[in-house]
């Protein structure tokens, strides 16, 4: 079993950052990729970024340029650092890890992040 914890969230101005942390718990051997998705009131959940094992990420063309995923492998955490935020990236964040040999998806419980302008 795997477990995720987000914390970082919190309320900004607008050209303001946030740093987001996951940390991974239990069988964290058998995860590959994890990546970070939200979702906007009244909107699907969506990718924000993702990131292998070996480091090889992938963002959303919203996220290009402003955010930053990364992986501590030996520390269990993803990270996303978002700057230059703006209203429109205001949503839940949800970090997500897949399995190696199942692709079974697990999700954290989310983070609340909103950015007034």
């Known amino acids: 079993q795997v477990q995720l914890v987000e914390s970082g969230g919190g309320l900004v101005q607008a050209g303001g950052s946030l740093r987001l942390s996951c940390a991974i718990s239990g069988s964290t051997f058998s995860i590959n990729t994890a990546g970070w998705y939200r979702q906007a009131p009244g909107k699907q959940r969506e990718l924000v970024a993702s990131i292998t094992r070996g480091g090889s990420t992938n963002y959303a063309d919203s996220a290009k340029g402003r955010f930053t995923i990364s992986r501590v492998n030996a520390k269990n955490t993803v990270y996303l650092q978002m700057n230059s935020l703006q209203p429109e990236d205001t949503a839940v964040y949800y970090c997500?890890?897949?399995?190696?040999?199942?692709?079974?998806?697990?999700w954290g419980q989310g983070t609340q992040v909103t950015v007034s302008s």
């Open positions: 997500n890890a897949v399995r190696y040999d199942t692709s079974y998806v697990y």
